[in-house]
């Protein structure tokens, strides 16, 4: 069958599905006992009543908010002059894909980072890379699920402002089944 006839067919069924969906059933039945049901009403069939289609309809959720590293209330004003902290890449949840185990992993913040500041990049909390780039590649990360985070820091240990963590998967070939 050629593109045009099979798109043509394509656009029949899916502009007659309505008319399908909103047909009448008719429930007959015959000498027999036997129980027949159609979309044709006939001398003895009687309207079958559908109850209502059940629908879904899912609850808003609220972003998380940020929260700020522990004990940087009691040290530093309110605000920490940084408004977003964040893992870029990979994005929550996302399985990554790489035999290697290489990983880029992109973060930001708004404003960018300040002079003296300098991000820090948390693997399952400990830190695994650090400096002033927004972009980190991580090498040797095996199959597995690992948290994210980053935070700003002034030094080596002086945490400004930190992100929420952020999970993400990495899947590899394994050598089991190595076709999957």
């Given at each position: ?11 029949v069924i899916v502009f ?165």
């Open positions: 069958m050629s593109q045009g006839r099979l798109l043509i067919a394509g656009l007659a599905l309505p008319l399908v969906v909103q047909a009448q059933i008719y429930r007959h039945v015959d000498e027999d006992g036997t129980v027949r049901f159609t979309d044709q009403p006939g001398p003895d069939a009687e309207e079958v009543e559908l109850d209502q289609v059940p629908t879904y309809q899912p609850r808003r959720v609220e972003p998380r908010p940020r929260r700020t590293p522990a004990g940087a209330d009691e040290e530093r004003p309110a605000t920490s002059g940084y408004s977003e902290v964040n893992v870029i890449a990979p994005a929550h949840e996302e399985a990554v894909r790489d035999n290697q185990g290489n990983v880029t992993v992109r973060v930001g913040s708004r404003p960018e980072v300040a002079d003296d500041h300098q991000y820090q990049l948390l693997l399952d909390g400990e830190v695994v890379a650090q400096g002033r780039g927004t972009t980190f590649q991580l090498e040797n990360v095996h199959r597995g699920e690992y948290r994210l985070q980053v935070r700003i820091v002034r030094g080596e240990d002086d945490v400004v402002a930190e992100s929420e963590p952020s999970t993400f998967f990495m899947l590899q070939a394994s050598r089991l089944s190595p076709t999957r």
